[in-house]
């Protein structure tokens, strides 16, 4: 893209009285990326069924973990294969999307509670592009990424996401993409493996939690019991959904798009704001 497309991005972003949703999507496996299941479909009508054609997309993804704050600011972001030993096809798969350079620097801007280092070796990771193919699959879209800092405790990531909620005014759909439930110690990689117990249990507790608005208890989700602790054995992939929490505003209602446990230890679960 060229200067003149950056131009046209940003001089397009203006603030309006109507914000964008925020979401969180449970990505699960890389294979969703080209797969064609309940998932993928449920993806696919996110996109179609969106009020306004975002302006861009900003991702924050589980798979872009940093000391500090990083932004994405590659003008033409790379698709990211950062995973191993599945099918060539998977490999194949390119998204090109344009990035959002002068979007992401605002965003940057907008960020006043910590240094935030502008990034352009970074491009869109799994989390990012198997979700968006599906979504948005002519990747005509301007879309950039935010780092999880990852030395930093729950907390800080729902108070830092609240700081990116003019984004929101000015057409850009912010995503956190992850999963509830993550534990790949116990995966099983068979189709249509029973869900474990405490998977459907610790899955089914946030959902009721997010339906009565009670973020402060997922924020603390160590106090949640041991049905916490199997499906959060590490939070690299809980965090993002508390950079969604951070951006539901006081008068919006949470709409579940999507649930399923694949792979018996991965909630699928996605929800956006209304």
């Known amino acids: 893209m060229d200067l003149h497309g950056f131009h046209h991005i940003t001089s397009d972003l203006k603030t309006t009285d109507i914000a964008m949703p925020v979401m969180f999507i449970g990505h699960g496996n ?29 991702v924050i993804s589980a798979h872009w973990l940093t000391k500090g704050t990083h932004v994405l600011v590659a003008p033409q972001p790379e698709t990211i ?75 800080y990531h729902f108070k830092l996401a609240a700081e990116l909620q003019a984004l929101r005014r000015k057409g850009v759909l912010i995503m956190g993409s992850g999963n509830i439930v993550h534990n790949l110690r116990q995966i099983i990689f068979t189709d249509n493996a029973q869900p474990y117990e405490w998977a459907v249990s610790f899955d089914a507790l946030v959902k009721e939690k997010l339906a009565k608005g009670a973020f402060q208890d997922l924020i603390n989700y160590h106090t949640l019991g041991q049905a916490a602790q199997l499906s959060i054995p590490t939070n690299d992939h809980y965090l993002p959904m508390l950079y969604t929490l951070g951006l539901v505003n006081k008068n919006e209602q949470i709409a579940f798009t999507y649930e399923e446990i694949q792979n018996g230890s991965i909630s699928m679960r996605c929800f956006q704001t209304v």
């Open 81 to 155: 294969h950062d995973f191993g030993g599945f099918p060539e096809a998977l490999y194949q798969v390119q998204y090109p999307a344009p990035g959002a350079p002068e979007v992401a620097r605002e965003t940057k801007n907008l960020i006043t509670s910590t240094q935030v280092v502008e990034d352009e070796q970074w491009g869109l990771d799994h989390g990012a592009w198997t979700v968006l193919k599906h979504m948005y699959p002519l990747a005509d879209i301007p879309v950039y990424q935010l780092s999880i800092d990852y030395h930093q405790p729950p907390a």
């Open 30 to 58: 890389p294979m969703n990326g080209i797969s064609d299941n309940a998932f993928t479909k449920a993806l696919a009508n996110m996109g179609q069924t969106l009020k306004d054609k975002p302006r861009a997309i900003l």
